[in-house]
């Protein structure tokens, strides 16, 4: 794939949407550059209280600088407050106490865009200087049209919908007999022959039949199976309990662990309720490897709806409320990423 480059305020906002995968709101947006390179995205909550500022601003710095190679920064500020004239932007205070942290790590702030519900200007205008631009220009952006011609969107929010599962009762049925048969196996064998089917899947280019991903349901049921099949996703030959907590040194097949989350949404449509948290919670977890920590809540979230004794889902959710990153978004070798490139 080419890279493009970031030429003008468009350009960025457009990445970071498709990036996301949805449109930020009361929001903070950074990301690292390394000489003009594209590094890792964070998305965060702005502050919700005056006096948080430089707490909140170091613990933005300490995301930020697990991309080692970073040397500067730009970012984008989403808030419906509106810019009151003759005064500074809103959360002025947040992006001063970012500035000073930053810089004590040897990051420099190079750009800022403030985005409101309607347009987006520099973020270090002068007050009451009014050169803003309608936010619906980002659709003409160089960078949006190359991304729509990929396949890429951009949700409103980032909330999530399922597609609604389908014959619920005969499909649970279907299930519950695999698990029964799985039960029979050694542990191992049933592990083995669980690997196989995941892995002609994640190797094919269509949907696996229904009676296949019956099978495939049944095996996400036992812990044992389903930390193996997880391992499976990213195609590295290293050790799996490496593979899980994204600290490999070999880069994840970005595009074998996209499939895969295919393949889970297309089976959870063929599931029942009683079947679908360890779906819904592989499927988070992905979003997790990816850098997508919000929507990898959700789904935790809509797991334990399903189940809420779902011991998985619950643990995952809260490494995700400690700030725990991918180890693979570490590194911009191995992280998840558009091969974008700023002047």
Same mark, same amino acid.
């Given at each position: ?45 702005? #502050? ?32 419906? +407050? ?39 200007? #520099? ?98 049921? @036992? ?21 899980? @907590?994204?600290?490999?040194? +070999? ?30 919670? +592989? ?24 189940? #809420? ?20 978004? +570490? ?13």
């Amino acid at each position: 794939m080419n890279a493009l480059t970031i030429k003008d305020p468009a350009d960025l906002l457009s990445f970071i949407g498709h990036t996301l995968g949805f449109w930020p709101q009361e929001s903070l947006v950074c990301i690292t550059l390394d000489k003009g390179k594209v590094g890792a995205t964070l998305r965060i909550d702005l #502050p919700r209280q005056a006096g948080t500022e430089l707490p909140y601003a170091r613990t933005v710095s300490s995301y930020l600088t697990t991309d080692t190679s970073a040397t500067s920064i730009v970012f984008a500020l989403y808030t419906s +407050t509106h810019c009151e004239p003759g005064q500074p932007k809103p959360h002025a205070a947040t992006i001063a106490a970012l500035t000073g942290v930053l810089a004590e790590n040897g990051i420099t702030i190079r750009d800022g865009i403030f985005v409101s519900d309607e347009t987006y200007s #520099p973020y270090d205008s002068e007050p009451g200087q009014d050169i803003s631009l309608p936010l619906s220009s980002t659709e003409y952006s160089r960078v949006n049209a190359e991304f729509i011609y990929r396949g890429s969107t951009i949700e409103p929010t980032n909330r999530i919908v399922l597609p609604a599962p389908s014959q619920e009762a005969a499909q649970a049925i279907a299930v519950e007999d695999h698990m029964a048969i799985i039960r029979a196996l050694p542990p191992g064998v049933a592990a083995e022959q669980a690997s196989q089917l995941w892995s002609t899947m994640l190797e094919s280019s269509d949907f696996p039949t229904d009676e296949d991903c019956a099978a495939l349901i049944a095996n996400f049921q @036992f812990p044992h199976i389903r930390d193996r099949l997880m391992a499976d996703i990213p195609g590295i030959d290293e050790l799996p309990q490496h593979i899980l @907590f994204a600290q490999t040194e +070999t880069a994840p097949r970005w595009s074998r662990v996209e499939w895969a989350q295919q393949l889970l949404i297309h089976a959870y449509t063929r599931t029942s309720p009683q079947h679908a948290a360890p779906i819904l919670t +592989t499927i988070g977890y992905i979003n997790w490897w990816e850098g997508r920590g919000p929507k990898a809540h959700q789904y935790m979230q809509l797991a334990l709806d399903t189940d #809420p004794g779902y011991r998985f889902a619950r643990l995952t959710d809260q490494m995700l409320g400690a700030g725990i990153i991918a180890g693979w978004n +570490t590194n911009k070798t191995t992280a998840y990423k558009t091969n974008l490139d700023s002047p």
